[in-house]
């Protein structure tokens, strides 16, 4: 007779709500996750700045799920990053800049729960063709040469 172990998949959808149909500036965003079973919105997390064209990134590491939102467009590019950090329930910003101002770059997460962030657009559509690095354990960006 084989057993079988019962595993139980939990799906969250997290999505970002602005105050309006077209997307706000100035007004604070929130960061909302949801739980498909219920429907029901589990929790509503004001964020640090509001920002779209963005990349987030679910880092898993040690024993902690955190999410990095990096650059995006706010009125211009954005050379900023936040974290969302599942275990104060709270977005604080990354430590220090990335070198260029991007949106419509890609991030990737290593299995270290590093970040690679590449490409992208800067200021009138010019392209980027550098790296970035997001160490989570510094909390930083680190320009790779």
Do not use: W
């Not at 929130?30 to 919105?41: A, K, Q």
């Not at 640090?48 to 990134?57: D, E, L, P, Q, V």
């Not at 275990?87 to 991007?102: C, D, H, L």
């Amino acid at each position: 007779m084989r057993y079988f172990k019962r595993c139980m998949i939990q799906i969250v959808i997290v999505t970002f709500n602005s105050k309006s149909h077209y997307f706000a500036f100035n007004e604070s965003e929130t960061f909302s996750i949801t739980y498909p079973r219920s429907e029901e919105v589990e929790k509503t997390i004001p964020m640090t700045s509001s920002r779209f064209r963005h990349t987030s990134s679910i880092i898993r590491a040690n024993f902690s799920t955190k999410i990095l939102i990096a650059g995006g467009y706010d009125g211009s590019p954005m050379d900023s990053g936040d974290v969302y950090d599942n275990k104060i329930e709270a977005f604080y910003p990354v430590n220090n800049s990335m070198t260029n101002r991007r949106e419509f770059h890609t991030a990737t997460v290593l299995p270290s729960g590093h970040v690679i962030i590449a490409g992208g657009c800067k200021n009138d559509g010019d392209c980027l063709d550098n790296l970035v690095l997001y160490n989570s354990r510094l909390h930083c960006f680190i320009t790779l040469q």
